[in-house]
């Protein structure tokens, strides 16, 4: 990700500078174009990222339940045999 900020900053330089000495709208064009390309790439990015921390929170999430369901049936057991014991 840093590296992506990092090409746009500098294709920002180069867009300012670009304005300032008046290089040609050549340069304008490709440099819109790779603002596009790049935006896109990082949206896509953080999509995907976002989609795996929602994955990760939903696995987290299961293995919380999984040790709550066994230290639940654990205790079960432990009262099914003090009333075993008990008779």
């Given amino acids: ?3 992506w900020c990092a090409i746009m900053f500098f294709l920002g330089i180069a867009a300012f500078l670009d304005s300032l ?7 304008r064009q ?7 390309l ?3 790439g990082v949206m896509i990015r953080t999509t995907i990222k976002m989609k795996a921390a929602k994955l990760e929170k939903y696995e987290s999430r299961i293995e919380n339940l999984e040790m709550q369901i066994k230290a639940l049936t654990s205790e079960k057991e432990r009262q099914n045999q003090v ?5």
């Fill in 38 to 40: 790049i935006s896109l």
């Fill in 21 to 27: 000495f008046n290089y040609g709208n050549i340069f």
């Fill in 30 to 36: 490709i440099n819109s174009v790779l603002f596009m």
């Fill in 1 to 3: 990700m840093f590296i």
């Fill in 83 to 87: 009333e075993t014991a008990d008779y």
